[in-house]
């Protein structure tokens, strides 16, 4: 049997899609690689489907947001996880805030259609593909996504506080 690790892993995935992977890291030992958003559903495929790797459980769907990060602003990340060989894997894609689409995939894995929309809910990512891609948290009214670093975490106009107690 075929021992999988991160260098096993990574070695099968820049055989196979070398020109769409961005990036790769391996922060406190979890594979981490920055993919092109376009190319998520074949890498995933061939990671679920694949007969020694086996990431069958998407373990964790969620948005990010870096608003100095221009043209890349919005991001998801990926966490899928073998449990036949209990090794997890990390995977970022990134878009534009201007146009926020990534594909869905919940084709792969049905557990994303709940996490898909709430990252849509709080982020505003768009799943091209998803089955029913409505707000799941918020009330369908909000014209804006709460999550987005676009507002001051407080009231600006406070002066009842001192800033120095709170290390700024």
Same mark, same amino acid.
């Given at each position: 049997m075929i021992e999988i690790t991160n260098a096993y892993l990574l070695k099968e995935l820049q055989e196979h899609f070398a020109a769409f992977i961005i990036s790769d890291e391996e922060p406190f030992g979890m594979l981490t690689i920055v993919l092109d958003k376009d190319k998520i559903i074949?890498?995933?495929?061939?990671? =679920?489907?694949?007969?020694? $790797?086996?990431?069958?459980?998407?373990? *964790?769907?969620?948005? +990010?947001?870096?608003?100095?990060?221009?043209?890349?602003?919005?991001?998801?990340?990926?966490?899928?996880?073998?449990?036949?060989? =209990?090794?997890?894997?990390? $995977?970022?894609?990134?878009?534009?805030? *201007?146009?926020?689409? +990534?594909?869905?995939?919940?084709?792969?894995?049905?557990?994303?259609?709940?996490?898909?929309?709430?990252?849509?809910?709080?982020?505003?990512?768009?799943f091209e593909g998803h089955p029913n891609l409505i707000r799941i948290l918020n009330v369908d009214e909000m014209d804006y996504f709460p999550m987005r670093k676009e507002y001051p975490l407080e009231d600006q106009t406070r002066t009842d506080k001192e800033d120095t107690f709170f290390g700024r």
């Open positions: 074949p890498v995933l495929e061939y990671l =679920n489907l694949h007969p020694h $790797i086996s990431m069958q459980f998407l373990t *964790t769907l969620c948005g +990010i947001h870096f608003p100095e990060n221009k043209g890349k602003e919005l991001g998801v990340i990926y966490h899928m996880h073998s449990l036949v060989n =209990n090794v997890r894997l990390r $995977i970022k894609c990134f878009t534009d805030i *201007t146009n926020p689409v +990534i594909p869905s995939v919940t084709s792969i894995y049905q557990s994303a259609n709940w996490q898909e929309r709430e990252t849509y809910d709080f982020y505003g990512i768009i």
